[in-house]
C-alpha cells in the first residue's frame, strides 16, 4: 500500500471514526438528558395529583364533621303541613358548608343511634329514651338518604330510575326528646305530622332506606364500595350532641367527578394524559379517547405494588411515570408523547454528523494535494537512495520545501557528498597503503634474507614487523680488506620518514664503512650529518660492529642503542653499553669505539627495544629478564634454534594484541676451533 493512500485512510480513520463516536454518544447522552428532564417533570406532576388528591379527601372530611352539626332529626319529624326545604335554614346551611364541593357529593346518610320518640301531650307523661329499646334493624330501617345534588339544585327531574321510584311516604314519628342546646330546644312540641307537601320537597330528594327498593339499595351499595376503593375508606362522621350519640353521618360522593376535577388541573403543555389506575387495573381519564392510546401502555409495575418510573424497551416513544396513593392504593400517573422529541433529536444528531462529514470532506480535499507534495519529495528521495546504493556518490536531490522533508533532503544531499568524499579519501588511503606496502617490501628487500658464513663465524638476523612502515634495520656484509660489518639500528618513529632515513642510513653506511675504518668517527660524521639534514623529531640508535677476518675481535660504537649482549661457552654473558648518544639527537658529544674479544663458541646477540617492550594484554613488557633467560638456555643450540625461540617466546608473551614496534634480532656465532685473539 502507497504511503499516500495510507495517509489518506489514516485520516479518515482518525476522523471519521471519532466523529461518529463524538455524533453517538452526543446523540445517546441527549437522550438521555432529556429522557431525565422529562422524567422528572412528569413525576412532579404525578406527584401533585397525588397531592391534591390527598387534599380533596382531607377536605371532604372536613366538611363531612361540619355537616354532622346539622338538625338532622329535623328531617326526620317534618312538620306538619310540610315545608319548602329548598328555603329551609337546614339547605342554607348545606349549601354553605359545602360550597364549591357540593356537586361533588352526591348523597348523605345519616344513620340514627334510635328512631325519634314522640313527645308526651298535654297530660302525657313524656316517653324516655330508656322506656324504649330499638334495635339495630330499626335503626338501619329508619336511615335517611338525603340526595344533595337533587335537593340543592331544586329539580324534581330525575333519571329513570327516579322517575320510575314511588313517592316515598314520610311516617309520623314521635317527637324526639329535646335535646339541649339544639334548635329542637326552642321549637314547640308539635306531635304527630303529616307529609309534607309534595311541591315543597324535591322529587327523590329525601328518601328511607327501609321504603327503597333492592335495586337501588344495590346501586347505593356499589357505589360506596367503589368510592371506598378510589378513596381508601368511607367518608362518615359521629353526630353528638352534649356528648349523646345522636347518629352516623356518612357522604357518597361521586368518584368520576373528583378523578374529573384532579384530571382537569393536570396540564397538557406537552400533551401530557393524566390517568388513574385502580387496584384492580381498570384505568380512568378525562378523555375516553386517551385510554385507546394508553391500551398498550404499562401504566403500573405490577397491581399492588409502588409506583415507579416506568422505561421499557417496547415504550420508547413514552414516558410514563406513576405514583402510588398508599391510603386507596389508587395510582395516579402522567404518560406523556416524546416520539416528536426523540425525532427532533435524531434528526439534529443526523445533521450534525452531515455537518461533520462535509468539514471531513473539506479537509480531505486539502490534504491530497499536501499528500501528494510529500509523497513526491518522498519519491525523489527514494530515487536518489537508490542511485546512491547503485554507487552514483555524485547524486544530488531537489529541495522543494523548508519543512522535514526538505531537512531530510538536504541532510541527504550532505551525506552523498561526503560519502563520495569519503569514498576519494578511502582510494587516497588505499593507495597510500598500497605503497606503504610496497615501501614495506623494499624495506624487507633491504634486509639480509638468509644467514652468511664468514670464516669461521656464522651470522642470521629476523624483523618481526608491525603493522606500520619502521625504522627498524639489521644487515651484515664482508667488507673488502677482509672484515665484516654488523649493522643493528633503529630510527625513532614509525612511517615513511622513518623507512626514508633507515634506508639513506643502510645505503651510506654500505658507502662508506669500507673506506673508513675509525668506527668513532664516521658515527661522529653521521651524527651532525643526520642533525642538519632531518627534521629535530628524527634520529636513530645504532650499534655498528666489525669483525675482523680472524674472527678473534670486535670493534663496535653503541650509538644510543639497548645494551647488546656476548654470550661466553661458559653459559655467561656480557653486557655491550652504549658509547655514545643518539646519531642526531645532540650531535656533538662524539662517539667512543669500543673493542670485545671472542674465541670459539662464543655468540654476539644485538636486538631493538621493540623485543623487550612487547606488551602483552595486561600492559606488561617482555622484558630483559625472559630474553636473558632464554639466552642462557638456548645458548649451545643453533642459531635457527636460538632466534626460533626468542621470536616464538616474544609471540606468546603478546598474544593477540598487536605489536606497536617492530622486533630486530641477530645472532652471530662462532664456530669451535678458532682461536681466540
Same mark, same amino acid.
Given at each position: 500500500?502507497?504511503?499516500? !493512500?495510507?495517509?489518506?485512510?489514516?485520516?479518515?480513520?482518525?476522523?471519521?471514526?471519532?466523529?461518529?463516536?463524538?455524533?453517538?454518544?452526543?446523540?445517546?447522552?441527549?437522550?438521555?438528558?432529556?429522557?431525565?428532564?422529562?422524567?422528572?417533570?412528569?413525576?412532579?406532576?404525578?406527584?401533585?395529583?397525588?397531592?391534591?388528591?390527598?387534599?380533596?379527601?382531607? &377536605?371532604?372530611?372536613?366538611?363531612?364533621?361540619?355537616?354532622?352539626?346539622?338538625?338532622?332529626?329535623?328531617?326526620?319529624?317534618?312538620?306538619?303541613?310540610?315545608?319548602?326545604?329548598?328555603?329551609?335554614?337546614?339547605?342554607?346551611?348545606?349549601?354553605?358548608?359545602?360550597?364549591?364541593?357540593?356537586?361533588?357529593?352526591?348523597? !348523605?346518610?345519616?344513620?340514627?343511634?334510635?328512631?325519634?320518640?314522640?313527645?308526651?301531650?298535654?297530660?302525657?307523661?313524656?316517653?324516655?329514651?330508656?322506656?324504649?329499646?330499638?334495635?339495630?334493624?330499626?335503626?338501619?330501617?329508619?336511615?335517611?338518604?338525603? #340526595?344533595?345534588?337533587?335537593?340543592?339544585?331544586?329539580?324534581?327531574?330525575?333519571?329513570?330510575?327516579?322517575?320510575?321510584?314511588?313517592?316515598?311516604?314520610?311516617?309520623?314519628?314521635?317527637?324526639?326528646?329535646?335535646?339541649? /342546646?339544639?334548635?329542637?330546644?326552642?321549637?314547640?312540641?308539635?306531635?304527630?305530622?303529616?307529609?309534607? &307537601?309534595?311541591?315543597?320537597?324535591?322529587?327523590?330528594?329525601?328518601?328511607?332506606?327501609?321504603?327503597?327498593?333492592?335495586?337501588?339499595?344495590?346501586?347505593?351499595?356499589?357505589?360506596?364500595?367503589?368510592?371506598?376503593?378510589?378513596?381508601?375508606?368511607?367518608?362518615?362522621? *359521629?353526630?353528638?350532641?352534649?356528648? *349523646?350519640?345522636?347518629?352516623?353521618?356518612?357522604?357518597?360522593?361521586?368518584?368520576?367527578?373528583?378523578?374529573?376535577?384532579?384530571?382537569?388541573?393536570?396540564?397538557?403543555?406537552?400533551?401530557?394524559?393524566?390517568?388513574?389506575?385502580?387496584?384492580?387495573?381498570?384505568?380512568?381519564?378525562?378523555?375516553?379517547?386517551?385510554?385507546?392510546?394508553?391500551?398498550?401502555?404499562?401504566?403500573?409495575?405490577?397491581?399492588?405494588?409502588?409506583?415507579?418510573?416506568?422505561? !421499557?424497551?417496547?415504550?420508547?416513544?413514552?414516558?410514563?411515570?406513576?405514583?402510588?396513593?398508599?391510603?386507596?392504593?389508587?395510582?395516579?400517573?402522567?404518560?406523556?408523547?416524546?416520539?416528536?422529541?426523540?425525532?427532533?433529536?435524531?434528526?439534529?444528531?443526523?445533521?450534525?454528523?452531515?455537518?461533520?462529514?462535509?468539514?471531513?470532506?473539506?479537509?480531505?480535499?486539502?490534504?491530497? =494535494?499536501?499528500?501528494?507534495?510529500?509523497?513526491?519529495?518522498?519519491?525523489?528521495?527514494?530515487?536518489?537512495?537508490?542511485?546512491?546504493?547503485?554507487?552514483?556518490?555524485?547524486?544530488?536531490?531537489?529541495?522543494?520545501?523548508?519543512?522535514?522533508?526538505?531537512?531530510?533532503?538536504?541532510?541527504?544531499?550532505?551525506?552523498?557528498?561526503?560519502?563520495?568524499?569519503?569514498?576519494?579519501?578511502?582510494?587516497?588511503?588505499?593507495?597510500?597503503?598500497?605503497?606503504?606496502?610496497?615501501?614495506?617490501?623494499?624495506?624487507?628487500?633491504?634486509?639480509?634474507?638468509?644467514?652468511?658464513?664468514?670464516?669461521?663465524?656464522?651470522?642470521?638476523?629476523?624483523?618481526?614487523?608491525?603493522?606500520?612502515?619502521?625504522?627498524?634495520?639489521?644487515?651484515?656484509?664482508?667488507?673488502?680488506?677482509?672484515?665484516?660489518?654488523?649493522?643493528?639500528? &633503529?630510527?625513532?618513529?614509525?612511517?615513511?620518514?622513518?623507512?626514508?632515513?633507515?634506508?639513506?642510513?643502510?645505503?651510506?653506511?654500505?658507502?662508506?664503512?669500507?673506506?673508513? =675504518?675509525?668506527?668513532?668517527?664516521?658515527?661522529?660524521?653521521?651524527?651532525?650529518?643526520?642533525?642538519?639534514?632531518?627534521?629535530?623529531?628524527?634520529?636513530?640508535?645504532?650499534?655498528?660492529?666489525?669483525?675482523?677476518?680472524?674472527?678473534?675481535?670486535?670493534?663496535?660504537?653503541?650509538?644510543? #642503542?639497548?645494551?647488546?649482549?656476548?654470550?661466553?661457552?661458559?653459559?655467561?654473558?656480557?653486557?655491550?653499553?652504549?658509547?655514545?648518544?643518539?646519531?642526531?639527537?645532540?650531535?656533538?658529544? $662524539?662517539? $667512543?669505539?669500543?673493542?670485545?674479544?671472542?674465541?670459539?663458541?662464543?655468540?654476539?646477540?644485538?636486538?631493538?627495544?621493540?623485543?623487550?617492550?612487547?606488551?602483552?594484554?595486561?600492559?606488561?613488557?617482555? /622484558?630483559?629478564?625472559?630474553?636473558?633467560?632464554?639466552?642462557?638456555?638456548?645458548?649451545?643450540?643453533?642459531?635457527?634454534?636460538?632466534?626460533?625461540?626468542?621470536?616464538?617466546?616474544?609471540?606468546?608473551?603478546?598474544?593477540?594484541?598487536?605489536?606497536?614496534?617492530?622486533?630486530?634480532?641477530?645472532? !652471530?656465532?662462532?664456530?669451535?676451533?678458532?682461536?681466540?685473539?
Amino acid at each position: 500500500m502507497k504511503l499516500r !493512500l495510507k495517509l489518506i485512510l489514516a485520516f479518515l480513520l482518525l476522523s471519521v471514526v471519532p466523529l461518529l463516536v463524538v455524533v453517538t454518544y452526543s446523540y445517546y447522552a441527549s437522550q438521555r438528558v432529556f429522557r431525565s428532564a422529562v422524567e422528572a417533570e412528569v413525576s412532579a406532576l404525578a406527584e401533585d395529583m397525588g397531592r391534591r388528591m390527598v387534599s380533596v379527601r382531607r &377536605d371532604l372530611g372536613r366538611q363531612l364533621e361540619r355537616l354532622s352539626r346539622l338538625p338532622f332529626r329535623q328531617f326526620m319529624t317534618l312538620p306538619k303541613g310540610g315545608f319548602d326545604l329548598r328555603k329551609d335554614a337546614a339547605v342554607s346551611e348545606l349549601r354553605e358548608i359545602l360550597g364549591p364541593e357540593e356537586h361533588l357529593v352526591d348523597s !348523605l346518610e345519616f344513620i340514627p343511634s334510635h328512631p325519634p320518640l314522640p313527645q308526651g301531650g298535654p297530660g302525657q307523661h313524656p316517653v324516655t329514651s330508656a322506656s324504649v329499646a330499638p334495635s339495630s334493624a330499626q335503626a338501619e330501617a329508619e336511615r335517611i338518604i338525603i #340526595h344533595t345534588s337533587r335537593l340543592l339544585s331544586g329539580s324534581r327531574q330525575s333519571g329513570p330510575a327516579e322517575r320510575n321510584r314511588p313517592e316515598v311516604p314520610v311516617p309520623e314519628p314521635p317527637s324526639p326528646p329535646p335535646v339541649p /342546646g339544639s334548635q329542637q330546644d326552642t321549637q314547640p312540641s308539635q306531635g304527630a305530622v303529616e307529609p309534607p &307537601d309534595k311541591g315543597a320537597v324535591p322529587g327523590g330528594a329525601l328518601e328511607r332506606w327501609a321504603q327503597m327498593s333492592q335495586k337501588d339499595r344495590d346501586l347505593l351499595e356499589e357505589q360506596r364500595k367503589r368510592l371506598s376503593s378510589l378513596l381508601g375508606r368511607e367518608l362518615g362522621s *359521629e353526630i353528638r350532641r352534649r356528648g *349523646e350519640l345522636i347518629g352516623t353521618l356518612k357522604a357518597q360522593v361521586n368518584p368520576d367527578r373528583i378523578l374529573n376535577r384532579l384530571f382537569l388541573r393536570a396540564r397538557r403543555h406537552q400533551n401530557e394524559i393524566a390517568f388513574a389506575v385502580d387496584a384492580s387495573g381498570r384505568v380512568y381519564t378525562a378523555d375516553p379517547a386517551d385510554q385507546s392510546l394508553l391500551a398498550n401502555l404499562p401504566l403500573t409495575d405490577a397491581q399492588g405494588s409502588k409506583g415507579g418510573i416506568q422505561n !421499557l424497551a417496547d415504550m420508547q416513544n413514552w414516558i410514563v411515570v406513576t405514583r402510588k396513593d398508599a391510603e386507596s392504593g389508587l395510582s395516579f400517573g402522567i404518560a406523556r408523547p416524546i416520539r416528536q422529541s426523540l425525532e427532533e433529536i435524531r434528526r439534529t444528531a443526523v445533521r450534525n454528523f452531515g455537518y461533520g462529514m462535509a468539514v471531513v470532506g473539506l479537509a480531505l480535499l486539502g490534504i491530497l =494535494p499536501l499528500s501528494g507534495r510529500l509523497t513526491r519529495n518522498l519519491t525523489l528521495l527514494t530515487r536518489g537512495a537508490e542511485q546512491l546504493a547503485q554507487g552514483n556518490l555524485q547524486v544530488q536531490v531537489p529541495v522543494r520545501s523548508k519543512d522535514e522533508l526538505g531537512q531530510l533532503a538536504r541532510t541527504f544531499n550532505r551525506m552523498a557528498q561526503q560519502l563520495h568524499e569519503n569514498q576519494l579519501h578511502v582510494l587516497e588511503q588505499e593507495r597510500l597503503r598500497r605503497e606503504l606496502e610496497m615501501c614495506r617490501q623494499i624495506q624487507e628487500d633491504l634486509l639480509p634474507r638468509s644467514s652468511l658464513r664468514f670464516g669461521m663465524a656464522e651470522v642470521r638476523g629476523i624483523s618481526i614487523p608491525a603493522r606500520e612502515v619502521g625504522g627498524d634495520f639489521f644487515n651484515y656484509f664482508p667488507l673488502a680488506n677482509g672484515d665484516m660489518a654488523i649493522l643493528v639500528g &633503529d630510527v625513532s618513529g614509525k612511517g615513511v620518514p622513518a623507512a626514508l632515513l633507515m634506508a639513506n642510513l643502510q645505503a651510506t653506511l654500505r658507502a662508506r664503512l669500507p673506506v673508513q =675504518p675509525d668506527l668513532a668517527v664516521l658515527a661522529e660524521q653521521l651524527d651532525r650529518e643526520i642533525a642538519a639534514t632531518t627534521p629535530p623529531e628524527l634520529f636513530l640508535t645504532l650499534f655498528m660492529g666489525i669483525l675482523e677476518s680472524n674472527g678473534s675481535r670486535l670493534r663496535y660504537v653503541n650509538a644510543g #642503542h639497548n645494551p647488546q649482549y656476548a654470550l661466553r661457552r661458559d653459559d655467561s654473558f656480557q653486557r655491550m653499553q652504549s658509547t655514545g648518544r643518539p646519531l642526531g639527537l645532540l650531535p656533538g658529544a $662524539g662517539y $667512543g669505539e669500543a673493542r670485545l674479544h671472542l674465541a670459539a663458541g662464543d655468540s654476539i646477540f644485538l636486538y631493538t627495544d621493540g623485543l623487550v617492550e612487547a606488551e602483552n594484554d595486561a600492559g606488561e613488557e617482555f /622484558g630483559n629478564q625472559q630474553l636473558e633467560a632464554i639466552l642462557v638456555r638456548e645458548r649451545a643450540n643453533g642459531l635457527e634454534n636460538l632466534i626460533g625461540s626468542v621470536e616464538q617466546a616474544v609471540r606468546s608473551h603478546r598474544g593477540r594484541t598487536e605489536a606497536s614496534d617492530d622486533a630486530t634480532l641477530l645472532v !652471530l656465532k662462532l664456530v669451535p676451533g678458532i682461536n681466540g685473539g
